[in-house]
């Protein structure tokens, strides 16, 4: 069963599974002025596959962990400001988070589990700044799609860091990424498929896997 509430409804609060004869499996809240998402309403949606809370006023994900059963979660364009709620989603695959004022990846730890299906998720236009939180995705073992950037504008600080990509490669213009990896020093630059070696797409680019070779003494100037 599918549930939509139209915007104008701006309904400002979950709706009941109990109203329905059926509990719905999606839901669209698409732009209703929701601000919060409370664990008892959320409760009686355990049933929902995808949810769609976009456009809303959301500042916190916590009381997701109600809903067990999505497939898809879209809290793109409200107030979010961490990742947070989803340590028990193991069926989640489609998490987007896009237009929010989350700061660091550090939240995805929650999907490190080898039960969790995450596959793809987008981030664009948030408050992302540093390199190093690219490492949180390294425990998503599912993960084939990540989008950081906003049509090359950059969308997250952290786009415009040196490290973040390598080159367009080859007649394929496939892309190959580099970031930084533990140890965080200035020489252990490594592909980004080390860190997440199921990765296809990032940013909309493909991901080709390009093994780095150890320099050489003839690489450094003056050697030889």
């Known amino acids: ?33 929701i601000a919060s998402l409370h664990t008892n309403q959320l409760a009686s949606l355990a ?18 962990h109600a809903c067990p059963s999505l497939v898809t ?82 969308g997250n600080k952290v786009c415009a860091h040196p490290k973040y990509l390598g080159v367009i490669t080859g007649e394929s213009a496939r892309a190959a990424v580099y970031v930084l990896k533990p140890p965080l020093t200035s020489s252990s630059i490594v592909c980004f498929v080390a860190l997440v070696p199921q990765l296809t797409l990032l940013d909309g680019s493909a991901v080709e896997f390009r093994p780095l070779t150890p320099p050489t003494r003839h690489d450094h100037p003056g050697s030889g």
């Open 1 to 33: 069963m599918r549930a939509v509430v139209p915007a104008a409804c701006a309904c400002r609060h979950l709706p009941s599974g109990s109203h329905h004869a059926s509990r719905p499996r999606s839901l669209n809240l698409h732009c209703n002025l």
């Open 47 to 64: 049933s929902l596959t995808d949810l769609n809370l976009s456009s809303n006023h959301i500042e916190s994900m916590r009381g997701l």
């Open 73 to 154: 979660l879209n809290l793109s364009t409200n107030r979010l400001r961490q990742i947070d709620g989803l340590s028990q989603a193991f069926g989640l695959r489609k998490l987007w988070l896009p237009f929010n004022k989350i700061g660091t990846l550090d939240g995805l730890v929650q999907l490190h589990s080898p039960d969790h299906q995450i596959s793809f998720i987008d981030v664009r236009c948030n408050r992302i700044a540093l390199i190093e939180d690219v490492n949180a995705l390294s425990g998503c073992h599912g993960l084939q799609e990540i989008q950081l950037d906003f049509a090359g504008k950059g």
